[in-house]
């Protein structure tokens, strides 16, 4: 259960419920750090622990902060894809970090063949494999289910196969800096 104090309310935040109840002026303090443990029926002012708080909350923060992937870990990643020899005209692309990489899975978009992720958003460095989607659309008309089934759409299907998305072998092992990786992919 944590507390903090407001003016002089004390504003307890449990688990499943909040109170709120008024800190009589005897037991109002300064305005440093407090911990208030609930005693018996009433509130009880526990003194000195508000270093050892604010040490916890450092602590905390400074854990935290680490968790994050900072900007040298991430690297910026560019290049063109084809397929069949011809630039893909939209579509997307996908680094998922692999073996040893820890990582967020980083990805971009492909535009006239082209795709390019920055650093701030990009893949770590270190072994990836990669997933390229691209959709096309077939000229057959169906039922669009999310109108249940009465208006007419037309079909799209993924135009890349699946060796190259969902069952993907592609890998690509990124360094540190800006990294070039072509993707050349066939249908056959």
Not at 87 to 96: K, Q, R, T, V, Y
Request: glycine share 14%; net charge positive; proline share 5%.
């Amino acid at each position: 259960m944590g507390t903090k104090l407001a003016g002089s309310w004390l504003i307890d935040l449990g688990i499943v419920n909040a109170r709120i109840k008024r800190i009589p002026p005897e037991n109002r303090a300064s305005p440093s750090v407090i911990d208030y443990a609930r005693v018996n029926s009433g509130w009880r002012v526990v003194h000195g622990t508000g270093k050892r708080i604010q040490i916890c909350i450092a602590l905390l923060a400074a854990i935290l902060s680490g968790c994050g992937y900072g900007d040298d870990s991430r690297v910026s990643v560019g290049g063109r894809v084809t397929l069949d020899g011809k630039a893909l005209d939209e579509g997307s692309i996908s680094f998922i970090p692999i073996r040893a990489t820890s990582g967020p899975v980083a990805g971009g978009m492909i535009v006239a063949g082209k795709y390019s992720i920055d650093a701030g958003k990009g893949p770590a460095i270190g072994p990836h494999r990669v997933e390229i989607r691209a959709t096309r659309k077939t000229g057959k008309m169906v039922p669009n289910p999310g109108f249940g089934g009465e208006a007419m759409v037309e079909e799209v299907v993924e135009a890349v196969p699946t060796r190259y998305n969902s069952q993907s072998t592609l890998r690509q092992d990124l360094d540190a800096g800006t990294n070039l990786a072509d993707f050349e992919l066939t249908s056959n």
